[in-house]
């Protein structure tokens, strides 16, 4: 509850009647100043008029006065720069280390507030403002819709940087990592980037004029060709599957030339409640394919500027073997098993935009950054259920860029209850719903 004293100090949800310390000295907040989530005094900078004479200092905040004592702030020099002392009930006098009695404030949080925020905590509904979103004005959500969208793009950016660290700055590595864990499509998202991190890029450029070579690479690596990822069903018919045999072969020569380490086990890949087009089988030849064609590389993916430039370099399919089969030994009907719209949106919006903001950030290229964006509002919006939920309340989604911006609320603020970070939550806080 100690967050809900820190909201309304922020948010300045004071008493209406003049707020005085202690010891009866009158108590103007000019400035709450800057909230600390780290180590140290909860507000930096904080301007305060106590009894006539100006502070600009740190703001403590406590619920009961004696936790200064508790949390041994009473000891930390770090405490020394405070210049007022916030308390839900005052129980005690609290001194520095420095041995300075600070002034101190007691602050109720109010009533309605109170209320409200216990009934945001109880609440199992998603999302659980949603009586108040109707009455929000088109200014107030597109402010925070605007602010959610640059987080996200900045966490997806952060990892895109995370990866290039990890690959000693090789761009087009860490766009083939970023890229195969999009094509794990969710459920095998963790698996295709693990596989990504290992697979030998070297040698499958020497081999990128060749289909079958690369497939023969890719799968390997994977494990896939391997006895323990054929189901048992199909263990008999793939015995007699001349083309898995042709791809072990293949693969046993690609791995002695190039001394290539032992692949993936196959227990790393799901199938579960997966449809057959999202199988890995399926998505790494049609990677393998996409790598060999060469339309999905970082300079053509940085100078590509619409959605149809795009969609075109990721138009990939299966080889003739794979339009007849889901998995080794399993035929299935035949169909070109090419890579669908919706799936090059994903695509789109989980590779593309992040490479392209994260490049722009690590080149001081705003225009980069701003063509990140416009990628995402000529997109239309992911259909799923945090949309669903989002537009049943009254929400206008239209464009990736919402949709985008209503993941980052469901999964950094709703998920973790942080009500009190979100600008719904404060429109919900400060709103009579009796």
Known sequence: MEALLHYVWKHRLFPLTPMQTTTGEVVEVIDPGLHNRNAG???????????????????????????????????????????????????????????????????????????????????????????????????????????????????????????????????????????????????????????????????????????FQLEALFLGCAGLLEEAAIPPSAQAAAHDDAYLQRLRREYSYLQHKFQLAAPMEAHHWRYLRLRPQNFPH????????????????????????????????????????????????????????????????????NTVVPILFAHGQAHSDESEQERAVELLEQLRAEHNFILRQWQQCGLAVETAADSQALIQLKREYCDRHDCLRCRFGYEYLKTNHD
């Not at 507030?113 to 609440?123: A, D, K, P, Q, S």
């Not at 990939?316 to 080794?328: G, S």
């Not at 669908?340 to 994903?346: K, N, Q």
Request: glycine share 6%; net charge negative; charged share 20%.
């Open 41 to 211: 005094p909860d507000f930096f900078n904080a301007k305060v008029r106590i009894g006539g004479t100006l502070w600009v200092g740190n703001v403590e905040m406590h619920l009961l006065s004696s936790d200064w004592y508790r949390h041994g702030h009473d000891h930390d020099a770090a405490y020394d720069s405070v210049v007022l002392h916030v308390a839900e009930t005052v129980d005690t006098d609290v001194v520095t280390a420095d041995g300075k009695r600070l002034p101190q404030l007691q602050l109720e949080i109010p009533a309605s507030v109170r209320e409200n925020y216990g009934r945001l905590c109880r609440t199992e509904d998603y999302p659980r403002c949603w009586p108040v979103i109707p009455q929000l004005s088109k200014l107030t959500v597109h402010a925070w819709m605007s602010a959610l969208l640059a987080e996200r793009l900045q966490t997806r950016a952060e990892r895109c940087l995370e990866r290039l660290a990890a690959t000693d700055g090789d761009w087009e590595r860490t766009l083939f990592i970023t890229l195969a864990r999009n094509f794990g499509f969710g459920l095998n998202g963790d698996a295709f980037e693990v596989w990504a991190r290992h697979l030998p890029l070297y040698a499958a450029a020497k081999h990128r004029d060749d289909v």
């Open 282 to 349: 399926l998505r790494i030849v049609q990677l393998a394919q996409l790598y060999a064609r060469q339309t999905a590389g970082l300079a053509a993916l940085l100078h590509a500027t619409t959605r149809e430039a795009l969609h075109a370099a990721f138009d990939t399919q299966a080889t003739a073997y794979w339009q007849t089969h889901y998995l080794f030994g399993m035929p299935s009907a035949h169909s070109e098993k090419r890579l669908s719209a919706a799936s090059r949106d994903l695509l789109i919006i």
